[in-house]
């Protein structure tokens, strides 16, 4: 450790408490996971509606039509057909009260007198916040709820299916006809959904907050913020006020400020190293990360459109073979995928500098067949995702080889365990050239922090096993969560803090002293707050009031080290000029840069907007959750991936020289269409909804009507512009990286 000693004390001990609160949390989250019922029937008659196997087989109904690609669950899904839960929820009370209104007063419940509204709205609120769940999971409800649940689940069949009367509707939800053609898995899906609304609805038992902390904001009923939910929001803004001031009182008297960065070499020395027979086989790689990425680009630009037109792209009826919900799909997945690859082409074509330009025997065979793996994966899980979306694969095989219905985890179980094999395998290769590198004098430091980043890629997406297609919806979201937050925000930060640091100190452009003691630092402020913030997805899925105090207090950490960005972007932005060699690296360099306005605008202003748990409760779920997406996924590991890859290719093709021209407009292109995207259009309607949240409710902000609001489609429309601008943007870095691939080197 030598000099690093205090650092990575400080590490090891932030891992262990963090991972600990993690862990034991995590067994609440089991604990406490809204339950099931075994039955649920009708305490006058004793009419069994639905049993644990009916919700059960109408979550995998509802998985296999692509689940949160259609609408969202919880708030957790897209954006464009409404959130289930709220909407079901909202319809249920409405039609509970017209039967009510009509019973009591021989009128509906739009016809009432405010006083038998207030009257109306009462009952419904002292009969849905009452859990009435028994010692055998049996769930007892009136006759005039159940009466209820049956004549709004005609709606919910009509909608997934073929009814005529909903066809606007469907269009308007960018659903296609038959969405679930079998009527008897749509007889199922309907279970789900009351399910979900229920937990939504009754009190957890010895608590006066639901299951799901009172979300979605329904006035009916009382569904407001709780006050944990106002307290620990409080709490959060100040931990993170703060954390800042911490942060700069220890830049300010911990740092070290006058060691100066060592005189830059006359060459490159990256380049001394003769390329390896591995590092030569990367170019496919690069290849494959612009490929998906053209791709992805593409189906967003069609989703996109989806929201305007519904079942026509420019009056073509795409929907009829590739709808709304497969494009979605597909745009998720094609994204984790080549951010994934770009970065595992980073790790491979390191892995022999870190061992002194050698490769271990068959590295080159491994990083083919690694490949070749990767290929298998991506058309395996894509064509699994149209057969199950299509319908075409048998029911039973939909979770396994089809849909998981999971947004980034789409892909088919069996998919899913074969990337994790495939990075698995990347780990192997990965290590065989860092033990070869550990048996080499010198600091290790940097060494040891990038080996175990490695580690943790390598292992953490296993995370995303450890749930079924039968998992209680909470104890999924947890395991999920694993991947999307920790497994990307937190282990793929490490790693390019960690392998930036790596290739600066080996251009010999900063210290390796400055650049283990920086990478260090970060990684125990990405860790302290990230590991135990993961739990700010979890506020509104089931999750228990000590959740929501250590997701909200520990997410707020994760704004902190943020603040520093516009100081590292500034030191990246200096190195151009410390070598004329490094005129050769200009463009990736100019995407790290760009990593770090976006790590600060997207993950760090976006996200924390949408942190705290009291704006999550009217936020989670509208198109502000797609601002904070955008900028921070592609912002951030986006711009990263394709730095990387730019910055292989110009050390696998010597000879490259990058078109000024090109590069330039590329460049500017993806950044203010990305600016665009979010500043007049995704932005502006996620206010827009997030008003009509607080004022009316959930299901409303995410309802048709008020999303077929003509300026609102105005301003999707107009998004057309910068979408276009951030396509050809994309296209132009591709460009680049085809034809650098084909030059002479």
Not at 83 to 92: F, G, S
Not at 234 to 246: E, H, M, Q
Not at 623 to 630: K, S
Request: hydrophobic share 50%.
């Amino acid at each position: 450790m030598g000099n690093y000693k205090k650092l990575w004390y400080w590490l090891f001990g932030i891992l262990l408490v963090t991972f600990t609160i993690l862990g034991y949390l995590g067994v609440d989250v089991y604990r406490n996971a809204p339950p099931i019922p075994a039955q649920v029937k009708v305490a006058s008659t004793g009419e069994v509606l639905m049993t644990s196997e009916d919700i059960y087989q109408g979550q995998s109904a509802w998985q296999g039509t692509g689940g949160m690609q259609n609408g969202s669950i919880f708030g957790h899904g897209a954006y464009q057909a409404p959130d289930w839960t709220a909407d079901w929820l909202h319809r249920e009370l409405i039609a509970w009260m017209n039967i009510t209104s009509q019973e009591r007063f021989g009128v509906s419940y739009e016809q009432a007198t405010e006083e038998q509204k207030a009257i109306l709205e009462a009952a419904a609120k002292k009969e849905y916040r009452t859990n009435t769940i028994d010692e055998n999971d049996v769930v007892t409800i009136s006759e005039t709820r159940a009466k209820a649940i049956k004549e709004i689940a005609e709606y919910y069949k009509g909608v997934y299916g073929d009814d005529p009367q909903y066809e606007s509707t469907r269009e308007s939800f960018a659903m296609k006809t038959n969405t679930l053609a079998d009527p008897a898995r749509r007889d199922k899906l309907v279970n789900f959904f009351f399910w979900s609304s229920w937990v939504a609805s009754a009190n957890r038992p010895g608590s006066d907050v639901t299951y799901t902390n009172n979300w979605p904001h329904e006035p009916i009923i009382d569904n407001v913020p709780s006050t944990e939910n106002i307290m620990w929001s409080i709490i959060s803004i100040v931990v993170l006020i703060a954390g800042i001031g911490l942060l700069v009182w220890g830049w300010a008297f911990l740092t070290k400020h006058d060691e100066e960065d060592p005189p830059a070499p006359h060459v490159d020395p990256i380049t001394t190293f003769k390329l390896t027979p591995s590092q030569k086989a990367l170019g496919k790689y690069a290849f494959l990360t612009v490929a998906l990425f053209a791709f992805q680009m593409f189906m967003g630009g069609a989703v996109a459109h989806y929201t305007v037109e519904g079942h026509t792209f420019y009056g073509i009826e795409l929907s009829k073979w590739f709808p709304y919900s497969l494009l979605r799909t597909w745009h998720l997945q094609s994204a984790i995928l080549w951010i994934a690859a770009g970065f595992l082409t980073a790790g491979l074509f390191l892995a022999p500098v870190v061992n002194g330009g050698k490769d271990p025997k068959y590295q080159r065979l491994g990083v083919n067949v690694l490949f070749l793996a990767l290929l298998v994966v991506t058309v395996g899980a894509f064509v699994g995702n149209y057969l199950a979306i299509a319908g075409q694969m048998p029911a039973e095989y939909n979770f396994m080889l089809g849909h998981q219905g999971y947004e980034y985890l789409d892909l088919g179980r069996v998919w899913q365990f074969a990337l994790f094999l495939g990075i698995a395998f990347w780990l192997f290769l990965m290590a065989r050239c860092l033990v070869g590198a550990f048996k080499q004098g010198g600091d290790k430091n940097l060494l040891a922090l990038f080996t175990a980043s490695v580690v943790a890629i390598g292992l953490f997406y296993g995370s995303g096993l450890f749930y079924g297609e039968r998992s209680n919806i909470a104890v999924m979201e947890y395991w999920r969560w694993w991947v999307v937050h920790l497994w990307v925000e937190g282990f793929f930060e490490v790693f390019a803090t960690a392998a930036l640091a790596f290739i600066f100190s080996s251009m010999g452009l900063v210290s390796l002293r400055s650049a283990t003691a920086a990478s260090l630092a970060s990684a125990c402020l990405f860790m302290l707050g990230g590991v135990p913030g993961t739990f700010h997805h979890l506020y509104f899925t089931g999750a228990t009031t000590p959740i929501v105090a250590v997701g909200a207090s520990f997410s707020a950490l994760e704004v902190v080290p943020l603040v520093v960005l516009g100081y590292e972007a500034y030191e990246h932005w200096s190195l151009r000029t410390r070598a004329s060699w490094m005129a050769n690296v200009r463009w990736p360099l100019f995407f790290f840069i760009a990593v770090a306005f976006w790590n600060m605008l997207g993950a760090g202003v976006f996200g924390f907007m949408i942190n705290t748990p009291v704006s999550l409760f009217y936020l989670q779920g509208l198109n502000t959750t797609a601002v904070h997406a955008h900028t921070a996924l592609f912002g951030v590991y986006g711009f990263l991936a394709l730095g990387f890859v730019l910055l292989v290719l110009r050390y696998i093709r010597p000879n490259l020289v990058f078109s000024e021209k090109l590069m330039r407009f590329s460049f500017w292109a993806l950044n203010i269409g990305l600016l665009g995207m979010i500043s007049i259009s995704l932005f502006p309607i996620g206010l827009f909804q997030f008003h009509e949240s607080v004022s009316v409710g959930m299901w409303s902000a995410r309802g048709e009507a008020f999303l077929q609001q003509d300026f609102l489609e105005n301003l999707r429309w107009i998004r057309t512009l910068p979408d276009v601008c951030f396509l050809l943007g994309g296209l132009g870095v591709s460009l680049q990286v085809v034809k650098g691939l084909f030059s002479r080197s």
